[in-house]
T-cell receptor, first 119, second 114 residues
Framework: AQKITQTQPGMFVQEKEAVTLDCTYD???????LFWYKQPSSGEMIFLIY??????QNATEGRYSLNFQKARKSANLVISASQLGDSAMYFC????????????????FGSGTQLTVLP | DSGVTQTPKHLITATGQRVTLRCSPR?????VYWYQQSLDQGLQFLIQ???????AKGNILERFSAQQFPDLHSELNLSSLELGDSALYFC?????????????FGEGSRLTVL
């Protein structure tokens, strides 16, 4: 089974500062992917960043970077230079690959972190 | 725009009724996933189809059913609706089952059961 834990229900950050959203995971899959999605108040799920379990370098996408520590099973999202438009719910998620079939599992989500950027 | 289309965007109905939610995946994507997002249970995986066949089942109630058609669009049928079925229902698609790439989500169908 897969499990994603996000321990911060809510976070506040001042505009233009950096913020780290925590995510830990548990899986028995040897190969897996880790994701962060953003859900603004309008409701849509927006893909932000992806990290493969065998990727040697931490993923970066513009102002987003993923601090991947495999031994600790953590995949924290770092948002640099926060903007007011970053205020949203952020979800960490993962997909593993079933060794038996080679098929990727469905995406398993954490409970989310509500980020509020203060002017 | 993710390329995944869901209709309707909003739906209000009464308890005991039946509704159908529709999803068109991104062009070329063979896998379709359905998720339910409610306030108390977060994002819950319901069911996955790949090229017309059911691949995985999550916390899907017996009152709910889904299918994927030859043109790859999918429908989620919710019957005997209860107040607790009020939620945002997402459809997502991905390219191939063996890759752990991202899922692309539609904008969701917001169901309100009165």
């Amino acid at each position: 089974a897969q499990k994603i834990t996000q321990t911060q229900p809510g976070m506040f950050v001042q505009e233009k500062e950096a913020v780290t959203l925590d995510c830990t995971y548990d899986t028995s899959d040897q190969s897996y992917g880790l994701f962060w999605y953003k859900q603004p108040s309008s409701g849509e799920m927006i893909f932000l960043i992806y990290q493969g379990s065998y990727d040697e370098q931490n993923a970066t996408e513009g102002r987003y970077s993923l601090n991947f520590q495999k031994a600790r099973k953590s995949a924290n999202l770092v948002i640099s230079a926060s903007q007011l438009g970053d205020s949203a719910m952020y979800f960490c998620a993962m997909r593993g690959v079933l060794i038996s079939s080679g098929s990727a599992r469905q995406l398993t989500f954490g409970s989310g972190t509500q980020l509020t950027v203060l002017p | 725009d993710s390329g995944v289309t869901q209709t309707p965007k909003h739906l209000i109905t009464a308890t005991g009724q039946r509704v159908t939610l529709r999803c068109s995946p991104r062009s070329g994507d063979l896998s379709v996933y359905w998720y339910q997002q409610s306030l108390d249970q977060g994002l819950q995986f319901l069911i996955q189809y790949y090229n017309g066949e059911e691949r995985a089942k999550g916390n899907i109630l017996e009152r709910f059913s889904a299918q994927q058609f030859p043109d790859l669009h999918s429908e989620l049928n919710l019957s005997s609706l209860e107040l607790g079925d009020s939620a945002l229902y997402f459809c997502a698609s991905s390219v191939a089952p063996g890759r752990t790439g991202e899922l692309f989500f539609g904008e969701g169908s917001r169901l309100t059961v009165l």
